[in-house]
């Protein structure tokens, strides 16, 4: 967490000079390119590129990849679900029928194997714009620049705040989790069964949603104190004039989102399966 309190981090890369509504056009281009595809080979070319831009944003390792490693995780735990529920799906999509695994009557196909990588490389593939825009935006710039292209100011400051909120919702999980063991509760592997620790971290939730609007009551009124929202406009004081690469960024993803668009209107999300 950096000293504004959020999940930026201050480095002197080429992203973090570009303005934050740049960088937000960016994600939207990439992900509209990520869904306008279904195709194992375009989702590893935006992960290796993703990855390149990673490099040059010069952001610790240390901070990139719990969340790349998280977003893994999930994507086995939901290509996981999606075998155990639809064995067969990928097999309806190809129209071809090839014997994974049986047991009994539950069958799982090679082609919904394939199928569940696809979908987990397409997830994964946005992972990276996304760490880009979330670790190299500072969320006043963000906000201003959301305000500047349109977006209300109230609307923008909110944006900021959530930004702002979320290493701070993250310490707080930490800190009740380390009240709960000091009264011993059990979340470590070998404290309890795996049973137990998940319920443990469900009495999470209480303690984290009671504290989270404590935080809201404070920040409001003291928004309200402050006239926040009184006025039609107001000024800020991060705000500077769009640059000569800001827009060529903003032309190449708009360029992007174009094509993702046509695409996904000319032919949608086609699936590609090698081995027919």
Same mark, same amino acid.
């Given at each position: 967490?950096?000293?504004?309190?959020?999940?930026?981090?201050?480095?002197?890369?080429?992203?973090? *000079?570009?303005?934050?509504?740049?960088?937000? &056009?960016? $994600?939207?281009?990439?992900?509209?390119?990520?869904?306008?595809?279904?195709?194992?080979?375009?989702?590893?070319?935006?992960?290796?590129? *993703?990855?390149? &831009?990673?490099?040059?944003?010069?952001?610790?390792?240390?901070? /990139?990849?719990? $969340?790349?490693?998280?977003?893994?995780?999930?994507?086995? $735990?939901?290509?996981?679900? &999606? =075998?155990?529920?639809?064995?067969? %799906? *990928?097999?309806?999509?190809?129209?071809?029928?090839?014997?994974?695994? #049986?047991? #009994?009557?539950?069958? @799982?196909?090679?082609?919904?194997?394939?199928?569940?990588?696809? $979908?987990?490389?397409?997830?994964?593939?946005?992972?990276?714009?996304? @760490?880009?825009? =979330? %670790?190299?935006?500072?969320?006043?710039?963000?906000?201003?620049?959301?305000?500047?292209?349109?977006?209300?100011?109230? /609307?923008?400051?909110?944006?900021?705040?959530?930004?702002?909120?979320?290493?701070?919702?993250?310490?707080?999980?930490?800190?009740?989790?380390?009240?709960?063991?000091?009264?011993? /509760?059990? +979340?470590?592997? #070998?404290?309890?069964?795996?049973?137990?620790?998940?319920?443990?971290?469900?009495?999470?939730?209480?303690?984290?949603?009671?504290?989270?609007?404590?935080?809201?009551?404070?920040?409001?009124?003291?928004?309200?104190?402050?006239?926040?929202?009184?006025?039609?406009?107001?000024?800020?004081?991060?705000?500077?004039?769009?640059?000569?690469?800001?827009?060529?960024?903003? /032309?190449?993803? #708009? +360029?992007?989102?174009?094509?993702?668009?046509?695409?996904?209107?000319?032919?949608?999300?086609?699936?590609?399966?090698?081995?027919?």
């Amino acid at each position: 967490m950096s000293k504004s309190g959020s999940l930026y981090i201050e480095r002197q890369s080429i992203f973090h *000079g570009l303005d934050g509504s740049i960088k937000l &056009l960016m $994600l939207i281009a990439w992900t509209f390119l990520a869904f306008a595809f279904m195709d194992v080979r375009v989702f590893l070319a935006m992960i290796l590129f *993703g990855l390149f &831009l990673l490099k040059l944003s010069k952001l610790p390792s240390k901070a /990139v990849w719990p $969340l790349l490693v998280f977003i893994f995780i999930f994507t086995l $735990l939901n290509s996981g679900l &999606l =075998l155990l529920i639809t064995p067969e %799906f *990928g097999s309806e999509l190809t129209g071809t029928y090839s014997k994974a695994v #049986g047991i #009994g009557f539950y069958t @799982i196909t090679y082609e919904t194997i394939f199928y569940c990588i696809t $979908l987990s490389l397409k997830y994964i593939s946005i992972m990276p714009i996304t @760490i880009l825009f =979330l %670790f190299t935006t500072h969320p006043s710039n963000f906000a201003s620049s959301l305000n500047r292209i349109g977006v209300p100011y109230r /609307v923008a400051y909110s944006v900021s705040i959530a930004l702002r909120y979320i290493p701070d919702v993250k310490a707080e999980v930490e800190n009740i989790i380390n009240a709960q063991e000091a009264r011993g /509760v059990a +979340f470590r592997k #070998g404290d309890a069964g795996i049973g137990t620790r998940l319920r443990n971290y469900a009495t999470v939730m209480v303690p984290l949603l009671l504290s989270s609007f404590n935080r809201i009551e404070v920040v409001s009124n003291a928004m309200d104190l402050r006239g926040f929202g009184k006025n039609k406009s107001r000024t800020w004081y991060h705000r500077r004039k769009y640059s000569k690469l800001d827009i060529t960024f903003a /032309v190449a993803a #708009g +360029f992007v989102l174009v094509l993702a668009v046509a695409i996904k209107v000319s032919i949608g999300a086609v699936y590609w399966y090698p081995f027919h």
